[in-house]
């Protein structure tokens, strides 16, 4: 499943999955990143891991991809909160690829996600 993250700076949205997740959770996900986009003009998003990404079903990662797809102009800053090597990786590549800029940090860094994510601070490599 897939839940809001209440109480983040206007300027960002922010997801906790946790479980199995399916297509069905990214409705959520979708309208609040619409809103967002609408309101800001680009998309700062975060996405805590609660759970691996095998815990993502096929029809949840096309979904995925077709989030990042629609606003492939408007990526701003997204930051994945996971402990796992892999998601550090996979999201090292991803940016490579993507416009914007893209960060892992550890479960315990929430503030500093959040903080970056929401261009309170900036973050050298």
């Known amino acids: 499943m897939i839940e809001q993250i209440y109480n983040l700076p206007d ?3 922010g997801f906790r999955s946790s479980g199995e997740v399916t297509p069905h959770d990214f409705k959520l996900v979708n309208i609040k990143v619409s809103e967002l986009v609408n309101t800001t ?3 700062n998003y975060l996405l805590f891991l ?4 095998t815990d993502f079903t096929f029809g949840a990662w096309i979904q995925d991809a077709l989030l990042g797809i629609k606003n492939i102009t408007k990526w701003n800053r997204a930051a994945i909160i ?3 090597e892999t998601v550090d990786k996979f999201t090292s590549f991803f940016s490579k690829i993507m416009p914007g800029e893209f960060k892992v940090f550890r479960k315990d860094d929430m503030s500093r996600a959040v903080d970056w994510t929401s261009e309170k ?4 490599e």
């Open 82 to 84: 996971s402990d796992s």
């Open 11 to 13: 300027n960002m949205v």
């Open 50 to 53: 609660d759970n691996s990404p």
């Open 121 to 124: 601070i900036d973050i050298e």
């Open 41 to 43: 003009g680009k998309l």
